[in-house]
């Protein structure tokens, strides 16, 4: 196993507790409805008339899935009606040509990521309609500068489709996979063959993607050891680039289609303590590196050197190579971030088109960033990214006394640095490898919403 990671048993399950992932600061509970389009038109004008505007990342939501996944808890819209998945593409162009006349022309788009849902949902020729749409609003980079990702559900295409989505411009794809054993597929609905993944992976490294990834998850129903060992091995052995490792949260009381999966067949809350040990240690041990949260890549894979030389980005989808962006958020529920506001457009797709229809932005909801908003969003970006604090940096970007403004936060974070998990230094706070799976927890003490926040969260390990 590698030194910069250790699995403490009685540590983790002392700090297992709910927090936010903080892909944002503030997080999404702290967004409001007092924030409007006038609001994001405002900030798009100021990220405009910075001395160095920004490069543009775009983030488009695919809701639709043919298939109910039991354990899923995203946003979105189960159909076989492809005539939907049609209407809504309209509008999201027509959002797309809103957003993008309020951005300066020299701006470049060098970051995009498709989600869902399922974006290969659509075909390959809507897809293609979708990137000449933001190409001719965003203006993409060009190809050397950009990362364009999309996620992928290996049930929903081809390897001939894989070739195909290399050729619109994305060269980086994301297989959803959670599981190979069969009976855990049965329970959660999600039925697909090891051959399929197998062949697709494949297919993307002929068609020259620059990145696969996997996505696994732990925690599932019907889960032993003994089963997830067996989806590691074949996952190691297929050697994608990263891997995210997901721990399911099981919420019935929330997410309606999680009440389709019997209470009998969830597996104890130890068994994920064990499966989490199990991942950490065959991962380490088949060479990925631990990137943070819940993912791991190959030591030269963009995201561990990254990881390495400082210039690990954190935002709205996980880790990013690449340096702060303005994030556009398109299509119903995705967020934005766009200068110092964050933004989230409506989640049903009556009132999305409605707005569009009125020549609205389908903005509502949104929070406009304080001095200490920003202030603590670089405190736990620093945590969640570096596992350090230089607090001269601080010091110098916010013209503050790290040791007085957070000598409250220093002081709760003593009982950390007392279990081996953290160390408080003259001017610096570290977190040591033991600690580095609780770093949640480190950021959580610099949170100043946490103890009257109202959000539901995963649990921190």
Known sequence: MQDDLLFDRPLVEKYDRPGPRYTSYPTAPQFHAAFAED?????????????????????????FCESLCYY???????????ARAAEYLEWLKQEIRVQGALFDESRRMTQLHLGGGTPTYLSNAQLGELMASLDEAFHFAQAAEREFSLEVDPRTVTPEQIHELHALGFNRLSFGVQDFDREVQKAVNRLQSEEQVVELVQASRDAGFQSVSVDLIYGLPLQTVASFDTTLSKIIDLAPDRIATYSYAHLPELFKAQRLIRPEDMPPPERKLELLELTIRRLTEAGYVYIGMDHFALPDDELALARENGTLQRNFQGYSTHADCDLIGLGITSIGKVGDTYSQNVKETAQYQHRLEQGQLPVFRGYRLSDDDRLRRDVINALMCHNHIDFATIEAAHGIVFRDTFAEVL??????????????????????PRG????????????????????????TV
């Open 39 to 63: 609001d994001y038109r405002a900030a798009a004008e100021r990220s405009n008339r910075a001395k160095t505007p920004k490069p543009l990342s775009v983030y488009v939501h695919i809701p």
């Open 72 to 82: 899923c808890a995203c946003n979105k819209i189960i159909t076989h009606n492809t």
């Open 411 to 432: 002081e709760e974070l003593e009982e950390m640095a007392a279990d081996g998990l953290l160390v408080i230094r003259e001017g610096e706070i570290e977190v040591l």
């Open 436 to 459: 580095r799976l609780m770093m949640r927890n480190a950021a959580m003490a610099f949170d100043a919403y946490l103890a009257k926040s109202q959000g539901r969260y995963s649990r």
